[in-house]
């Protein structure tokens, strides 16, 4: 047999003794690569067979708590990502001149992207504690379907360019 290294031969032991992975590479300097090679057994005879008997390996998963600002981060970035696609599909609406294809794939990106927001809402409603729960409207409901919502999203987008003709004046 072939001399092995003391920090590998340490970190074996270590593991076979049930030390974290985190605590063996402190105390071995080794790498995580490393570490589980040496575990695996180490390099290879001529034969193909590890040096050293690979050990047993263990898997602990530990889960940790999501924290509030974690996920308040997380949703505030799915909101920013929401307004640029929203603002993309308003410039496409501008410039006009869209192709059925292309205007029915913005209605659906707008349905899933409403479904989406409303999504996240709820969720951090949920997590906060002095929120008041309340039940969706109907007019928060799911459309049963691809027409109803083909319908409502068409109708939505309607009340924004009106909305947009009157405060403007313009042609949009």
């Known amino acids: 047999m072939t001399d092995i290294p003391e920090n590998a031969a340490l970190a074996r032991q270590m593991y076979s003794e049930g030390a974290t992975t985190r605590d063996i590479i402190e105390a071995t300097g080794l790498s995580h690569w490393t570490l589980y090679h040496w575990i695996e057994g180490g390099p290879k005879n001529k034969d193909g067979e590890p040096l050293l008997t690979p050990l047993v390996k263990r898997r602990t998963v530990t889960r940790r708590r999501i924290l509030k600002e974690e996920r308040q981060t997380l949703v505030n970035r799915m909101m920013r990502a929401a307004e640029r696609q929203v603002g993309e599909i308003e410039e496409r609406l501008a410039e006009g001149g869209q192709a059925v294809g292309e205007?029915?794939?913005?209605?659906?990106?707008?349905?899933?992207?409403?479904?989406?927001?409303?999504?996240?809402?709820?969720?951090?409603?949920?997590?906060?504690?002095?929120?008041?729960?309340?039940?969706?409207?109907?007019?928060?409901?799911?459309?049963?379907?691809?027409?109803?919502?083909?319908?409502?999203?068409?109708?939505?987008?309607?009340?924004?360019?009106?909305?947009?003709?009157?405060a403007g004046g313009g042609d949009a």
């Open 103 to 166: 205007r029915e794939r913005d209605a659906r990106t707008l349905a899933v992207l409403a479904k989406t927001l409303q999504s996240l809402t709820a969720l951090d409603a949920l997590h906060e504690k002095d929120a008041p729960r309340r039940k969706a409207s109907k007019d928060e409901s799911i459309p049963r379907s691809i027409d109803e919502l083909r319908r409502s999203v068409a109708a939505k987008l309607a009340a924004i360019v009106a909305q947009r003709n009157s």
